[in-house]
């Protein structure tokens, strides 16, 4: 059963599995939490996403997953893995009681529970148990939700998948939730390699208790549904009886849910029928259509799914809300990217060239070698006209696909083909799982992408890069593409523009004529350092109350905050609270740079800038603190790791800067050189810039500048 080796049909089931898990969480959202009542009297019949979204913010069900799978970046081959492992991701990506999942109180929401006991010394799989928290939070859905990725990168290898989704899902849960866990992971796993439901789901039952509720409650819907095929609403009517909410404890509890899962995927007879039957049923349709989709899309690969109907809408968006604003702008080929690079680890097997060496390249490449990926890019006219945007093998720069815009005829155009690089509260119809962000892209990085004009025409293209701040657009010099053949094309985006915040980059195609006009792009990606400053008398605090039920979600822009306040006032940035308190910004892809900050004490003893920061948990501080200045390292807890006495005053301003290179770390006070330090354990290597307080204390910082 194991696959041994990762071919395009393994790769294809991988991206295809994964964009389900979305295509089902977008499909199930609008109506979480609903009964099966009130969505037939609602909408009748579903055959299809009920709501429009301008884009589909995070949700817990898909950003959960695709952080907690980073405990694998140290593992060997997945069997090394351990719950605290797992756990430390969770400390590391999740914000302090607000966005990533549901903060619905301790003792009543699983993943709460389980956060604020690792936060509190608490070690996994402890923080998840019935031991420590109870039955009822401990088998609660969580469980099996945040699952998927460990069964898609576990091909026909379901006692690795069993093994992962243990270990993982024992972090928040236990008994049941962790036996959902790893059913579900069982049933992606086996889909690489088995096209039958009912082997599916008798395949994986194996690797949980036959004696477990779990089990009990899958074994009577197959029953059922062996004694009565034909109708799954009276198949919901026996779960409802038998194995409703109304028989288990806590506000969602996995078994209700399992039984309508199982329910969907006994009676739906195709792809579409599995994924509607699934949000009909009700309770926590998000959760449970996800979970069943990743099945479905495993089982089937990318052709059974309607790309008009369920993959357009999406346009490989993945919102996130994450302590880490760059990755909070992802993008759903590039997770597949990750998620196969894991998959090498667990097979032994190498992804075939050249996707090998693109997928461990920076996690930027856009380079369209899944079957109807786009990587988020969009087109729009300068002019009227009508164009269409598609995957195709008809022309590749690199690999076997690549992107193809089609024109229709027009007498002269200009299109722009770009990617948004950052996201506004605007750009959302709700807020859910409070998302913000950090650009993906800033001045002085150098923009690269492979061209092709076809069908025998000859036109223009540069690029541009667009600053939200200043109103601004700049671009390159034009460049000529020749007809039917690739231009590899770069741009160094300009720093003398005082660009502040580039909301998107991409290229401008001109052309002249009446005949059809289909241009390629391939390889998009940039590289380089930044250079740039945030002058925070131009930021602004993003008021995020959208939708029908506004949530109080202020954050200011380009930052993400892991704990503590955050707010504007008179051109500068305030960041205070109770103990700890931070807030972070740049991109996790930043390896050598300096970082400067003018900052002012306000209250309190511990005043830092953050380096190289990775997330809540992974990161380095420069600052001022007790009397002296420190330099400080961030695993799970600063220590400090070079100190000078130096006496620092309330009210006064500092500026602090820090030069890192490789593991070595340069630090300066009012232009004076405080210290210099060699990190020799286990350094970090890459990661972005913020601010810290610690001890209670105050600061504010008028700007922070990156060269």
């Known amino acids: 059963m194991k696959i041994n080796i990762i071919d395009d049909n393994t790769i294809d089931k991988l991206y295809a599995g994964w964009i389900s898990k979305v295509i089902g969480v977008r499909l199930g959202a609008p109506v979480e939490g609903w009964t099966y009542g009130e969505i037939k009297e609602k909408y009748g019949k579903i055959d299809g996403y009920i709501a429009d979204y301008k884009n589909f913010a995070a949700d817990d069900d898909t950003n959960v997953p695709i952080f907690l799978i980073r405990a694998m970046e140290k593992s060997v081959d997945g069997y090394d893995l351990t719950a605290q492992d797992v756990a430390n991701e969770l400390l590391n990506y999740s914000p302090f009681e607000h966005g990533f999942f549901w903060w619905g109180g301790y003792g009543i929401s699983s993943e709460h529970t389980a956060y604020a006991n690792l936060i509190n010394g608490i070690k996994a799989p402890r923080s998840g148990s019935v031991e420590q928290n109870g039955s009822t939070v401990a088998e609660q859905i969580g469980g099996q939700i945040f699952i998927d990725v460990w069964g898609l990168i576990c091909p026909g290898d379901p006692q690795r998948a069993a093994y992962l989704a243990k270990t993982a899902a024992s972090v928040t849960h236990d008994r049941n939730a962790v036996y959902g866990g790893i059913f579900i992971a069982c049933c992606i796993s086996i889909a690489y390699v088995e096209n039958d439901i009912e082997e599916i789901i008798r ?27 034909q109708s799954w609403e009276q198949c919901y009517q026996f779960i409802f ?5 109304d028989k288990y404890p ?75 604003g760059d990755l909070n702008i992802n993008d759903n080929a590039q997770i597949t990217d990750y998620l196969l690079k894991q998959m090498e680890k667990t097979t032994g097997c190498m992804a075939p060239g050249p996707l090998h060496s693109k997928i461990g390249l920076q996690c930027n490449y856009n380079h369209f070698e899944y079957s109807g990926s786009t990587h988020c890019m969009r087109v729009r006219m300068r002019d009227k006209g009508v164009f269409s945007l598609t995957n ?188 700890i308190a931070s ?125």
């Open 203 to 229: 395949k994986a039952l194996a690797f949980i208790p036959a004696d477990s509720e779990y089990a009990r409650v899958v074994e009577s819907v197959r029953d059922y549904h062996a004694s009565y095929p």
């Open 241 to 245: 009886t038998h194995f409703g909410y």
């Open 250 to 324: 806590g506000n969602c509890h996995i078994i209700p849910n399992t039984a309508v899962m199982i329910l969907a995927l006994l009676y739906g007879n195709s792809y579409d029928e599995v994924l509607n039957i699934g949000v009909m049923c009700g309770w926590d349709t998000d959760c449970n259509v996800g979970n069943i989709a990743t099945v479905m899309g495993v089982r089937g690969g990318t052709k059974s799914i309607d790309f008009e109907k369920w993959y357009k809408p999406i346009n490989d968006l993945m919102i996130c809300s994450s302590t880490v």
């Open 392 to 579: 195709t093998e008809e022309k590749a720069y690199g690999g076997n696909r690549s992107l193809k815009v089609t024109i229709e005829p027009c007498p002269a155009l200009e299109v722009e083909i770009y990617k948004k690089t950052y996201y506004f509260q605007g750009d959302f119809s709700d807020s859910r799982y409070d998302p913000s962000f950090s650009p993906i892209v800033y001045p002085g990085q150098v923009l690269h992408m492979a061209v092709m004009a076809a069908q025998g025409w000859e036109c223009l293209c540069k690029f541009f890069a667009r600053d939200s701040r200043q109103k601004l657009t700049v671009e390159s010099e034009d460049m000529v593409l020749k007809k039917d053949s690739w231009t590899e094309c770069k741009w160094k985006i300009p720093v003398n523009q005082k660009l502040e915040l580039i909301d998107e980059v991409g290229i401008i195609i001109k052309k002249e004529g009446s005949e059809e006009s289909p241009v390629y792009i391939d390889d998009f990606y940039w590289d380089g350092e930044p250079c740039y400053k945030i002058s925070f008398k131009n930021e602004n605090l993003e008021d995020w109350r959208i939708g029908e039920m506004p949530a109080p979600h202020f954050e200011v822009s380009q930052f993400t905050r892991w704990k503590g306040i955050t707010f504007l006032d008179k051109g500068c940035f305030h960041l205070t609270g109770i103990d």
């Open 583 to 707: 807030a972070f910004t740049g991109g996790s892809g930043w390896k050598d740079y300096s970082v400067e900050a003018e900052i002012t004490p306000l209250i309190g003893d511990g005043h830092l800038l953050n380096f190289r920061v990775q997330g809540a948990m992974r990161s380095y501080a420069f600052g001022l603190v007790k009397n002296r200045a420190a330099l400080l390292k961030n695993g799970n807890g600063y220590i400090i790791l070079s100190e000078k006495e130096y006496l620092w005053q309330i009210g006064c301003t500092y500026r602090l800067k820090v030069i890192v290179k490789n593991n070595q770390f340069h630090a300066f006070i009012n232009d004076g050189k405080i210290m210099e330090y060699t990190d020799w354990d286990e350094p970090y290597q890459n990661g972005g810039i913020g601010l810290t307080t610690r001890g209670n204390s105050h600061l504010k910082c008028s700007y922070i500048k990156v060269g």
